[in-house]
């Protein structure tokens, strides 16, 4: 066990040697690495911040039914046995009748136009219920309201079923869609770092071939030749994603002072936050895993030449 952390740490210390002979290179390698890691890093920090609008705001979808203008009241109040048999799944569902008389008071407040709907005379209105469907805790259980309405809509006498759900389905739709885009961005974008890296490497081993054929003759090994590379190509991975997190942080702050203005407008607070640190840990360790696999694919094409 010493001895495997004894030739670690001598790969680690060459690897940051051969970096210090050439501080400048390297760095222009990090900022090429960082600015294609930006791109996914933000999208990323944005959709956790929207992802709590679509799936941890309580939703509750209310759908409202009216019955046909022929139906009787009673027959109106005849329909909520079946309603209930409908929404027997949802314990938290609360069903409210509405008669007319109440639906046009409510709509001469509402409008402001209760001289002209005096001039009507009769009640244009029909009876109806509003039923509330407190159990929907998430954007994704919006699609099971359209197979109640679909039943509700299958009862004798009712005339119109209206649901107030569609936005939050449109903006599950929208969230599934960008995920889409960022998961395709960000693997497109993670072969351009092992490109980079495989690159790096490639220069990095011919500027050495001197050295690592001294090296083969006094015996040492393929792993032992390797490792350096592998370590350097980590390192180049793992500064290219810290310096792409500090680049997204960085940007927060003033697109929060515009995101700021913007949300007052809406009486909002939102502001977007930066990743939990085990997801700054996660995104670190992908970028140090991509700079490696670039290492791997390079020091195994290239000095396989050497041997």
């Not at 495997?4 to 051969?18: C, D, P, S, T, Y």
């Not at 209310?62 to 309603?83: K, M, W």
């Not at 050295?211 to 500064?239: Q, W």
Request: proline share 5%; charged share 15%; net charge neutral.
């Amino acid at each position: 066990m010493k001895s495997w952390f004894r030739q670690h740490r001598f790969a680690i210390g060459a690897a940051l040697g051969h970096l210090f002979k050439a501080p400048g290179s390297f760095l222009f390698n990090v900022m090429v690495v960082a600015i294609a890691l930006t791109l996914p890093f933000a999208g990323l920090t944005l959709l956790e911040n929207v992802r709590p609008m679509s799936e941890q705001l309580s939703v509750d979808p209310e759908i409202s039914l009216f019955v046909t203008p022929a139906t009787t009241r009673d027959e109106a109040r005849a329909l909520e046995p079946a309603l209930r048999a409908i929404l027997k799944d949802q314990q938290a569902a609360r069903i409210v009748f509405v008669p007319r008389e109440q639906a046009l008071e409510t709509l001469k407040a509402k409008s402001g136009l209760s001289d002209v709907l005096d001039t009507l005379g009769d009640n244009p209105l029909p009876d109806g219920y509003v039923l509330k469907l407190d159990s929907f805790k998430s954007a994704a259980d919006a699609g099971i309201v359209d197979a109640i309405a679909t039943q509700l809509r299958a009862l004798p006498g009712v005339d119109t079923v209206q649901v107030d759900s569609a936005w939050v389905k449109r903006l599950a739709a929208l969230l599934g869609v960008l995920r889409l885009v960022l998961l395709l961005l960000a693997l497109t974008l993670g072969l351009v770092v092992i490109a980079v890296v495989f690159n790096t490497i490639r220069l990095q081993v011919l500027t050495q071939r001197d050295e690592i054929a001294v090296s083969k003759l006094i015996g040492a090994t393929d792993n032992f030749i390797h490792r350096p590379f592998y370590y350097m190509g980590a390192l180049l991975g793992l500064c290219a994603g810290g310096v792409a997190l500090g680049a997204v942080a960085l940007a927060l702050r003033p697109l929060n002072t515009a995101i700021a203005e913007f949300a007052r407008l809406y009486a909002s607070e939102f502001q977007l936050a930066p990743l939990h640190p085990a997801g700054l840990g996660l995104l670190l360790a992908i970028s140090a895993a991509l700079g490696l696999a670039g290492a791997l694919l390079s020091v195994q094409r290239h000095l396989a030449r050497l041997n």
